[in-house]
């Protein structure tokens, strides 16, 4: 009997280690876990902002809040040359977001944003105003108009139409990132949407802004106060008298090969020399072909030092980070 109770106990001390052994374990603390990635500057869709009527360039804008908002006109699209400028709600512009401008919805909005040539369509947020031209519907950033495949010197032939999509995809839009893109609009719809574009007034080449005007300090009004409000319904301005004939002013030249000097300040790189022109114009730059690409710079300079002074002035048209390199172009 002494045998087994020692056995027994034996067994029993056992059992209580393990059982020690076990409480440790569920008391100790969870393994740390990875960082999240570090991503872009999260910006947000409250408060939504449509704000009071506002005038650009003689013509009046009504902002407005409709339920139901589906048109077809023109896009253009802008991209590097607006960098370090805000958009009207506030927000940094980023040219690889999926990102527009609409003249009068709330912002931000969301949009399918569909291209009449060829039925493809995607998500676009709304977070800025314009384009202050009468022939465009909307204008794009640089990467919605790469994922609609819309990257050319003219405008492209769109349908505009507000959703409210699953917070998931505003999410990805608010991130910086893209949504999934939708299934392609059938042919018989495409004619349709074809025969309404006949209606509107033929587009000219989109073209860079060369301003972009100021129109984030508007005061705003809440969506819910303004809900079912009639859209895009500009106050016609005043008649103003006819101008007489003058002869413009020649365009200011834009160089194609600069004069010689060791060293450039490289401020952009385009495909298109249109824009690349567009931009050295509204800077004080000049642009230059270099195989595919037409690159915008200030200079040359004789030396690294005296480079600067295009630093200087890339970084007050607001493009920070620009290249000083040897001139190339020589």
């Known amino acids: ?21 076990g409480s440790e374990q569920a ?7 990875p960082a ?4 872009a500057a999260a910006v947000a869709d409250e408060p939504v902002k449509i704000g009071e009527p506002y005038s650009i360039g003689g013509k009046t804008y009504v902002p407005a809040d409709p339920v139901n908002y589906d ?4 896009a253009s699209w802008y991209g590097e040359e607006a960098i370090g400028k805000p958009t009207a709600n506030g927000e940094d512009f980023v040219p ?10 709330p912002l931000p909005s969301y949009v399918e944003v569909t291209a009449l040539d060829s039925g493809r369509t995607i998500l676009v947020r709304l977070n800025d105003r314009g384009p202050f031209s009468d022939d465009k519907l909307i204008d794009l950033s640089r990467g919605a108009a790469e994922q609609l495949g819309i990257t050319g010197d003219g405008a492209a032939a769109v349908r505009v139409r507000r959703v409210n999509p699953p917070e998931q995809e505003k999410a990805l839009l608010r991130a910086h990132q ?15 949407l074809r025969g309404r574009l006949a209606q509107v007034p033929a587009s000219q080449p989109a073209q860079v802004r060369s301003a972009r005007p100021v129109v984030q300090a508007i005061p705003v009004a809440s969506s819910s106060s303004r809900r079912g409000a009639s859209f895009d319904t500009p106050t016609p301005p005043a008649p103003k008298p006819v101008p007489k004939a003058t002869t413009p002013a020649p365009a200011k030249p834009v160089s194609a090969k600069p004069v010689s000097g060791g060293y450039v300040v490289q401020v ?7 824009r690349a022109e567009a931009l050295a114009r509204q800077i004080g730059a000049h642009a230059v072909a270099a195989g595919p690409v037409w690159r915008v710079r200030y200079g040359p300079y004789p030396s690294q030092e005296a480079a600067q002074a295009g630093v200087k002035a890339a970084a007050a048209k607001g493009f920070a980070n620009v290249r000083v390199m040897a001139n190339d172009a020589r």
């Open 1 to 21: 009997m002494r045998s087994s109770n020692r056995n027994w106990l034996t067994l029993g001390g056992a059992a209580s280690l393990l059982a020690s052994c």
């Open 27 to 33: 008391v100790a603390p969870p393994a740390p876990r």
């Open 36 to 39: 999240p990635p570090v991503t």
């Open 71 to 74: 048109e077809v006109g023109y």
């Open 96 to 105: 690889s977001a999926i990102s527009g401008a609409h003249k009068t919805l």
């Open 178 to 192: 893209r949504a999934p893109e939708r299934i392609e609009t059938p042919q018989p719809l495409l004619k349709v």
């Open 268 to 274: 952009a790189a385009l495909s298109s020399q249109s």
